[in-house]
């Protein structure tokens, strides 16, 4: 039987409780949410488990080691305390990723250095070799977090950001973090059940997430490789049947979802990370301006999408943002249109009343998620109907 151990999955902020709802969803035990972080305890089949089917974690670290580091002397000697050679050859390579917020510590990267030196110094005395340094592709990746005076030791079971699902290759000039992409979707309640638009899609990536979430395609079931492979207690069968137990659970889909752009360029890059993502079958990408359509689906509609926030991209804020208003309330009855953007002076020009505000950041730029309800008719005719 596999021993449980502790765990801590990154996330984005104000993804905290969407993350946590996963890993319970999954069978997490212990959930606990932190900021931007969940901690959890599982066993390594779940170690694999949640570095596939978790969408909005943007990493999955197992914490090995805590002590108290004062200064550079402490710092060396609580990472001598670990056995090494339980994690690393010596012929192996390794990389240490920092985060300092400590008085102690002023630079990351010299607590990097120290923390190598003491490792490495480790295996000189025991087998007088040592592993190297490799930045791209290491056979482990180590996490050194200090908060004040605490240290915490944890290896990285992921390796590249768990963002990077596989399927994207070609990017727009502002593209959203699928991760990002994927809480947004959960955040607005999107389940599968009911048709589907993204009418400013970009290079895809709202509309790929929303596809796997439709149809419970695990996250990064088209990643090439993660960290854990690399490690000495890889279990390649464990993984295949924790694959396989994962793609078992897929489901039918029956609705539609589609996108819209205005430029060629995006719907032909859009088209094609959807291919990547072998989710052809779900998702109709149009090349169409959303100023100039309508609704044209029966029944309810979910949508959600990323317009410009004038970062990135030149145009017109307060004429565009007002025509994102216009048409939501001319063309599209009876839908529950969310978005975000980063620019909160542009909401006022929308001219509707949004029924829910989140606050969430894109990148390191604060940004509102924002929920639009759309009635059939005025929403006065609605509620007198319900009466």
Known sequence: MEQNFKMIAKTLFGLEEVLAKELRQLGAQNVEIGTRMVSFVGDKGFMYKANLALR???????????????????LYKGIQQIQWDDYLKADQTFVIDTTVHSDNFKHSQFVAQKCKDAIVDQFKAKYGHRPSI????????????????????????????????????????????????????????????????????GSGTILAEAAMIACNIPANINRKEFAFEKWMDWDNDLFDK?????????????????????????????????????????????????FDTEKTLEGPLHMVFNPPYGERLDIHLERFYREIGDTLKQSYPNTNAWFITGNLEALKFVGLKPSRKIKLFNGKLEARLVKYEMYEGSKRTKFQKAE
């Open 242 to 290: 924790i694959t396989d137990s994962l793609l078992n659970k897929t489901r039918e889909f029956h609705y539609k979802i589609i996108g819209y752009d205005k430029a060629p360029s995006a719907v032909m890059k859009a088209r094609t990370n959807i291919t990547q993502a072998n989710l052809d079958e779900y998702i109709v990408v149009r090349e169409q301006n959303f």
């Open 134 to 201: 490799e930045k791209d592709r290491p056979d482990l990746r180590i996490n050194v977090h200090i908060d004040r005076d605490n240290c915490s030791v944890s290896l990285d079971s992921s390796g590249d950001s768990l963002h990077q699902r596989g399927y994207k290759t070609a990017t727009n000039i502002a593209p959203i973090n699928e991760v990002l992409a994927a809480g947004i979707l959960l955040l607005s309640g999107w389940d599968g059940n009911g048709n589907f638009m993204d009418p400013m899609c």
């Open 56 to 74: 909005t974690a943007l990493k999955i670290l197992k914490p090995i080691h805590q002590f108290r580091a004062f200064n550079e002397n402490s």
